[in-house]
């Protein structure tokens, strides 16, 4: 499907991944790639009722599933191949693997949602799982001035975590501890990279 290079960056509420997204995409952009950024859910029709759901209360579960896949279908089909076959970088807060940990918690089976998105869903050239414990996390949510919506409970992100880190050996993926400084968890993101050969090494 692509030409360019695909990284995913995941992991539970709080554990930083929309700020180290812009800090590796600029990482990127320095050494003249062209880059794209973007989240999931989307702002699309599908993405804006699950973001909405976080704040009003979330949707019966099957409903929340079919909307998450309906979403990503549209963000792969309109976003993510074009870029990639354009020869970018692209860059994502949250992919499948969200939907997986998510959805997982809430009783569905994580290997059976995965199997039902890598059906259209091209893997990533990169996996960096931003790992912190729900106590942390849960401690960054208020200290920027949040509550932990419908999906940040503490009981519903346990098992998140979990799933999160049952992708540790996958060939493609990287568990990145992030209790420590922006600047050193960049770091580990950019030398994650670097391993895994979509950056010259520094």
């Known amino acids: 499907m692509s030409h360019g290079t695909f990284i995913v960056i995941e992991g539970i509420d709080g554990t930083g991944k929309s700020t180290q997204v812009q800090l590796l995409a600029a990482w990127f952009a320095a050494q003249g790639r062209e880059v794209l950024t973007s989240r999931e859910p989307t702002d699309g029709p599908w993405g804006k009722k699950l973001r909405d759901s976080a704040a009003s209360g979330r949707l019966a579960p099957a409903e929340e599933l079919e909307c998450f896949l309906k979403d990503r279908r549209q963000h792969v089909d309109e976003v993510i191949a074009p870029a990639l076959a354009a020869g970018k970088v692209v860059i994502l807060d949250r992919y499948y693997f ?84 922006i600047a050193e968890v960049a770091a580990r993101l950019q030398q994650a990279a670097c391993r895994a050969g979509l950056a010259p090494q520094a």
Do not use: W
Not at 110 to 123: M, Y
Not at 167 to 179: G, M, S
């Open 98 to 181: 969200s939907t997986m940990a998510y959805q997982g918690a809430r009783g569905f089976d994580p290997a059976e949602i995965r199997r039902l998105n890598e059906v259209f869903a091209p893997l990533p050239d990169l996996l960096l799982i931003l790992d912190l414990a729900v106590s942390s996390a849960h401690q960054r949510i208020g200290s920027r001035g949040d509550t932990a919506n419908e999906f940040e409970q503490r009981e519903s992100l346990e098992r998140c975590r979990q799933i999160f880190l049952s992708l540790k050996d996958e060939p493609f993926a990287r568990v990145i501890p992030c209790n420590d400084s």
